[in-house]
């Protein structure tokens, strides 16, 4: 469909629709202009194809007219039709790269031959604009692949300063940087087109800055690295930059999404040590100050041993339930064991790791049944930084254990629902069938719904409804009896829901079956 705005007098623009529909087979949208100022505000808007104007309209100034329009839109196609053919008059009209310049009255053959090449050169124009949008969404996604993968090097590999140096290249990122990790602190759980939003929110405000990366959600946290190219500040310039960089994010995201977030901000290295940025980003929320920015991480005391075990709980709990909230307490940990003496530290490593692999509710064959955490003793030869490589090492088990939970969704539900066709004559919530499966509330509900294609609470209303019914075709029970039967403690509540779900009430439907048995008796 084409979308033409026609400047001319009423008769001839209706012998002009009348040329077009009858001499191609295009779908024409005519918009019908009567003021000079309507015309332009339409030609800047940038969504007509075609301009038919004739240079003496009403409320025109003939050329002058042509001259602002080619002025809001160099681009667009125009038809101009003059009943006046002065050499000089269309010496100047041709000069605004006009398609054609035709005669008042209209002849249809001009109008034909004219129209054909101006839709000749729109279709090439639009395979043009095709084919550039085209590159451009290439090198975006190309782009973004570069950025993810850097990201995922630096998150989840082994370090290797070449690839990363190539990855800077190819980026036009410098080879020194810092990493930024930001923490949203509620409205993100199974919302992704406002996690998506949020990260390209965050994209603009580091644009400010210096060049960036931002990755997607990463659980349940964003992760930046930006280039760093400020030598010449010091110690104290640094920090208040990179304060500052701080506040312009939980600003800008707390104005446009109204969410309260915590960011913690690493040290500027090199690129082959940037690992140490990202853990000092990590650490550092939680030991933000009262603004919930926090730059760089501080030694904390050791913990006692009461301490350590309730941490180490919350820790497996966390990975039990699929919580990302497990990398932030596995990280916490680490601070409070620097300071134990080597081998101290290596067994309380090793003990977490072990632990977090057992409680993990794992379904069918998985790569953690066959880790040999022996070897990760070996790898630790040679090895100064050892929290470094710990928590590299935490963030692939717990990567692994995510996986797990998304590929056992069916046995999970399966699961799930044995356990509320065991419970559901009780109060039974969400998050105690989440509890029993050992997946977290949000999880559970999002795959929930995907394979059974309603929310479980609708779900489990229907169960009861449906058990509520066979009671009811038995007969030996009363109403009152067979709402509490089912889980329901309020008759009138239960006789609402049961209406909303069958179209009668349970005394009208109980009344419905009973006439249905005596006439099904009175035929046999």
């Known amino acids: 469909m084409y979308r033409v705005a026609v400047a001319m007098e009423e008769t001839e623009q209706e012998n002009l629709q009348q040329i077009l529909q009858e001499s191609f087979s295009e779908t024409w949208e005519f918009l019908t202009i009567k003021k000079q100022e309507e015309l332009l505000k339409v030609v800047e808007e940038g969504e007509t194809a075609l301009v038919f104007l004739s240079l003496s309209m009403e409320n025109f100034s003939g050329l002058k007219a042509l001259q602002s329009l080619r002025e809001k839109n160099k681009n667009i196609h125009v038809c101009v039709f003059s009943s006046f053919f002065a050499a000089d008059m269309v010496t100047e009209v041709v000069m605004y790269g006009v398609d054609a310049y035709l005669s008042v009255p209209i002849k249809k053959v001009q109008v034909k031959q004219a129209v054909a090449k101006i839709i000749a050169k729109l279709e090439e124009e639009k395979i043009q604009w095709i084919h550039q949008k085209g590159r451009e969404n290439y090198l975006v996604q190309t782009k973004n692949i570069l950025e993810y993968g850097f990201l ?75 280039s760093w190219s400020k030598e010449d500040m010091s110690e104290q310039q640094k920090r208040e930059y990179l304060t500052r960089i701080g506040y312009d994010l939980k600003k800008g995201i707390m104005d446009e999404f109204d969410t309260p977030v915590r960011i913690g901000i690493g040290n500027v290295y090199p690129i082959k040590d ?4 990202y853990q000092e980003a990590v650490n550092s929320v939680y030991f933000k100050n009262k603004d919930n920015v926090m730059l760089f991480h501080r030694d904390e005391g050791i913990l006692s041993h009461s301490e350590y075990i309730d941490m180490l709980n919350r820790l497996l709990d966390a990975v039990k339930f699929g919580k990302s909230e497990a990398l932030d307490l596995f990280s916490q940990i680490l601070l409070c064991l620097k300071e134990l003496e080597y081998d101290a530290k290596i067994n309380k490593i090793m003990q977490i790791m072990v632990l977090s692999c057992h409680v993990a509710p ?3 064959e998985n790569e953690l049944q066959f880790l040999n955490c022996t070897a990760f003793l070996k790898e630790l030869e040679g090895i100064t930084e050892v929290e470094v490589w710990a928590y590299r090492k935490f963030e692939y088990l717990f990567k692994l254990i995510s996986e797990s939970h998304s590929a056992g969704v069916p046995a999970t539900i399966h699961s799930a629902m044995k356990y509320i066709e065991s419970h559901y004559t009780s109060e039974i919530s969400l998050e105690d069938v989440a509890r029993h499966v050992g997946v977290s509330p949000q999880h559970f509900s999002k795959v929930f719904k995907n394979q059974t294609g309603t929310n479980y609470v609708d779900w489990i209303t229907h169960l009861r409804i449906e058990k509520a019914m066979q009671y009811i075709n ?30 009668m009430t349970p005394s009208e439907y109980a009344t419905g079956n009973k006439i249905l048995k005596k006439n099904r008796g009175t035929i046999n």
């Open 152 to 226: 995922y090097t630096i998150l989840f590999e082994e370090m290797n300063e070449k690839y990363l140096h190539e990855y800077c290249d190819a980026l036009g990122m410098m080879y020194q940087g810092f990493m930024i990790s930001i923490h949203p602190l509620k409205g993100l759980q199974d919302q992704e087109v406002v996690a998506e939003k949020l990260q390209k929110k965050i994209k603009e405000i580091m644009g400010r800055y210096e060049r960036s990366m931002v990755s997607p959600k990463m659980f349940e946290r964003f992760i930046i690295y930006s």
């Open 274 to 277: 940037i690992y140490l940025s």
């Open 362 to 364: 794992l379904e069918g």
């Open 474 to 503: 038995v007969g030996d029970r009363t109403i009152k009896e067979i709402c509490f039967l089912v889980g329901y403690k309020d008759p009138n509540y239960f006789s609402r829901i049961f209406k909303k779900m069958v179209g």
